[in-house]
């Protein structure tokens, strides 16, 4: 059921948090933008409001079955350590064992979500000004018409290796977000729930939820920002060679502040992003508990 309940939650969570994830992109990649309003204000004006939602349908469905593998992965892995260390999956689990488990289920979702994740980033970071902006230019067709437009289109011209761009840094960001993101939640349940009660209230889990995501996010920023230009780098460009390459040259050209771009826009997503993923998955799994006990 937590596959079904992570699901749930992650579709959900797409609908909150995609323009402003669209603008976050845009800031780590582009150069032109002088702050967040502004990258807001200039994609409203040449692109209207379908400029925030590019490549939205296909991220939704694969959000979706990204936080379904994400929460169930990180359940069994998480009874599965459990049971080894203590003999007993329902054991309560320590703060590592919980950090193990988030750092396991963060690394088997990299697998599944990079191509998707290319595609998002081109989806992005294309320019199509909206029909009712007057241009002087004629307006050229987009590269890409759609989601599975640009996958096929990167795996045609870019080899299967195009789909998997930016991987490793995908990893380090996941593998290390995932196990404080689910440590933190846990954590702060534990403290804010009162003794004597078995289940956080669904303040406490919104609140949870909301900082859990802000924290890890905060401490994700630097690799996402690599992450973004790694996967926006084309066959024709050849910008970076690797992480270290485009970390390296990153700085070079724009300062150390340049790994932090779009931190405090990842952070104000990701607390109303989180709460619903997490307020969302903890009503399924005691809504299904509630049915099959009455049964």
């Known amino acids: 059921m937590d596959f079904v309940a992570g699901a749930i939650g992650g579709g959900l969570s797409t609908a909150v948090g995609y323009p402003l994830d ?15 309003w502004h990258c807001i204000q200039e994609t409203y004006r040449t692109e209207k409001v379908w400029g925030f939602y590019k490549g939205v349908s296909a991220s939704a469905l694969t959000v979706s079955v990204i936080s379904s593998v994400s929460f169930g992965m990180y359940k069994n892995f998480l009874c599965t350590i459990c049971k080894l260390r203590y003999g007993a999956a329902d054991a309560k689990p320590s703060k590592l064992d919980v950090s193990l488990a988030g750092g396991a289920a963060g690394a088997v979702r990299v697998v599944l979500m990079t191509p998707s994740e290319v595609a998002k980033v081109r989806m992005q970071t ?17 590269k890409y018409r759609g989601s599975l437009h640009c996958l096929k289109a990167i ?7 195009g789909l998997y761009k930016g991987c490793s840094a ?12 689910f440590l933190t939640y846990s954590a702060l349940c534990d403290w804010l729930t009162p003794a004597g009660k078995n289940k956080p209230g669904f303040l406490v889990v919104l609140l949870s939820g909301g900082f859990a995501g802000v924290l890890a996010w905060g401490l994700a920023t630097p690799m996402d920002v ?17 992480l270290v390459h485009c970390a390296r040259e ?15 826009l990842n952070c104000i997503r990701a607390f109303p992003v989180n709460m619903v993923v997490f307020v969302t998955y903890e009503a ?4 299904t508990d509630h049915y099959t006990n009455k049964k």
């Open 250 to 264: 990153s700085v070079r050209k724009e300062g150390a502040k340049v790994l932090f771009k779009g931190l405090g």
């Open 126 to 142: 294309q320019r199509n000004p909206h029909p009712s902006v007057a241009s002087p230019q004629p307006v050229s067709k987009p």
């Open 226 to 242: 690599i992450k973004s230009r790694m996967q926006t780098d084309e066959s024709d460009q050849h910008k970076y060679k690797g």
């Open 284 to 287: 399924v799994l005691r809504f």
């Open 170 to 181: 995908l990893l380090c960001r996941d593998c290390s977000s995932s196990a404080i993101y």
């Open 155 to 161: 795996a045609k011209a870019e080899g299967f290796g």
């Open 22 to 36: 669209t603008v976050k992109v845009r800031i780590q990649t582009e150069r032109h933008y002088s702050g967040i």
